[in-house]
């Protein structure tokens, strides 16, 4: 017979193995609400004026490229064509893979190299950046204010502007469209609510050893799958330069050397190629690099400690595999503009 104290030693026991489930359930669930700066709430009227512009070719100096060449919707919200290398203004090849923006909302740094903090920092570069868009605000800014349409959707969006259109508000702007670029609800989703059934036996024991053996989440957890940090997982050997340098570019420390930034794994199916500079092609390949050691185990400068020879079998990797599979929903709801104020 159990006795009153062992009764209630084991409910105190249950109670906490119920409330470190639900924690563990929580973790790995999106926000209710979307992190937003107190000087740009989002509303109705900056979003769609941020769609507008996101999607408004007349953005860059060819009037051929807009945000979505490079952030395409239809391409898990990275490169519209499947390169290893983001192309721009007149057919040029950017130093690096086109991130996804996809939850950038939910993370504290932007662009591979984390040299910025906020979507309204991050918006106005590739603009401006002669590889990308290649237009410069100077030429821009009075572009957009002889539009009159615009000005009117500025004024609706940001009253104090006055319907003047300054680099200021036209980034505020942007990011808010930005910020609603979030992720669907993942057949993954439905099985950490309780649906059992909404991945598949193997796919789940791929999640087991995503959190155990593989040890996938000391870089990608939580709810966007990415610990927001940056590391170096060892993809090249040898000296670094230029931008493969990563943050150590930003400022020079030691232990910035060669690292990127960890990207979501959210809807991760649809945004190939892989890694900063766009070298993997499929999520097996990349997988194997990251859990089983980086392409390069000697001679690389920096690399993070965490990427180790977790000593995966193929099968092991093709499970992991159908689990970050199950990480992809369906497309947000957005109809894509076809008409530009005028």
């Known amino acids: 017979m159990f006795n009153k104290i062992t009764i209630g030693a084991l409910l105190i026991s249950l109670s906490v193995f119920s409330l470190s489930a639900s924690q563990d359930t929580k973790k790995w669930l999106r926000p209710s609400t979307v992190p937003q700066p107190a000087d740009n709430k989002l509303t109705p009227q900056r979003i769609e004026l941020g769609k507008l512009l996101y999607f408004d070719k ?20 990275s490169d519209e064509h499947p390169t290893p290398k983001a192309v721009g203004h007149n057919g040029l090849v950017g130093p ?37 868009m290649h237009m410069p605000l100077t030429v821009l800014l009075p572009k957009l204010n002889n539009i009159k349409e615009y000005q009117k959707l500025f ?3 940001y009253p104090k502007s006055g319907g ?6 036209l980034a505020k702007a942007i990011a808010s469209f930005e910020r609603t670029v979030v992720s669907t609800e993942s057949p993954f989703d439905r099985y950490i609510k309780g649906d ?9 024991e791929g999640f087991k050893l995503f ?3 593989a040890k996938c989440t000391d870089c990608h957890d939580g709810f966007n799958f990415t610990d927001g940090s940056f590391h170096n997982i060892g993809l090249n050997d040898g000296e670094l ?48 690099i990251c859990a089983n ?17 977790r000593h995966l079998s193929e099968d092991e990797i093709a499970k992991i595999v159908l689990f970050m599979k199950t990480l992809t929903g369906k497309d947000m709801k957005l109809k894509i503009p076809t008409k530009f104020p005028q």
């Open 58 to 77: 007349r953005l860059s100096s060819s009037e051929k490229i807009s945000c979505a060449t490079c952030h395409n919707p239809k391409h898990g919200w």
């Open 196 to 204: 059992k059934k909404a991945i598949s036996k193997k796919a789940a």
């Open 96 to 132: 690096r893979n086109s991130p996804t923006i996809l939850n950038s909302a939910y993370q504290s740094r932007q662009f591979w190299d984390g040299r910025v903090r906020t979507l309204e920092e991050q918006a106005l570069g590739p603009i401006q950046t002669g590889v990308e």
């Open 164 to 169: 003047v259109i300054t680099s200021d508000y």
């Open 211 to 213: 959190k155990g053996k």
């Open 293 to 309: 050691g980086g392409r390069y185990e000697h001679n690389v400068r920096n690399k993070s400690t965490y990427i180790k020879n």
């Open 155 to 157: 004024k609706k969006a």
């Open 241 to 288: 330069h230029g931008k493969e340098l990563g943050r150590y570019n930003v400022k020079h420390r030691a232990s910035w050397y060669g690292v990127m930034k960890t990207p979501t794994l959210r809807d991760v199916a649809k945004s190939y190629p892989y890694f900063h500079d766009g070298s993997v092609k499929t999520l097996e390949e990349a997988t194997a």
